[in-house]
């Protein structure tokens, strides 16, 4: 399976972004789709991610209620769409895919990644 995460860019604070990942292949099962962050120094962390099976969203604290993640099952997409951003939330986000189950927050439980797409808040 192959994901492509695009639509990065830089944004003013208080504004909006949506990113798209782009999931193709044939995988043997599909748990979870995640995004995941990495700020400049520091861990890749979870954002949120989308179970397949229900499409039930789960999201870390830090952007609950300004994030929102969707899927469009026709086009193999997956979307974040992050409003209210600030600075703190520069980084490189990743989507990835879960095959194995297991916590949906974990970076070990997802075998398959994107490349990654830069969003920068700043003014």
């Known amino acids: 399976v192959q994901l492509q995460a695009s639509g990065g860019g830089l944004v003013q604070p208080g504004g909006s972004l949506s990113l798209a990942c782009a999931v193709n292949g044939r995988t043997f099962r599909t748990y979870y789709i995640g995004w995941f962050r990495q700020a400049p120094g520091k861990e890749r962390e979870i954002v949120g991610a989308i179970r397949e099976s229900t499409g039930r969203t789960e999201y870390a604290d830090s952007v609950k209620g300004r994030f929102t993640i969707s899927r469009d099952n026709a086009k193999n997409t997956v979307y974040l769409q992050m409003n209210n951003l600030n600075p703190e939330d520069t980084a490189v986000y990743f989507c990835?895919?879960?095959?194995?189950?297991?916590?949906?927050?974990?970076?070990?439980?997802?075998?398959?990644w994107g490349q990654g797409t830069l969003v920068t808040v700043s003014s």
């Open positions: 990835a895919h879960n095959e194995r189950g297991g916590s949906w927050f974990r970076r070990s439980s997802y075998t398959h």
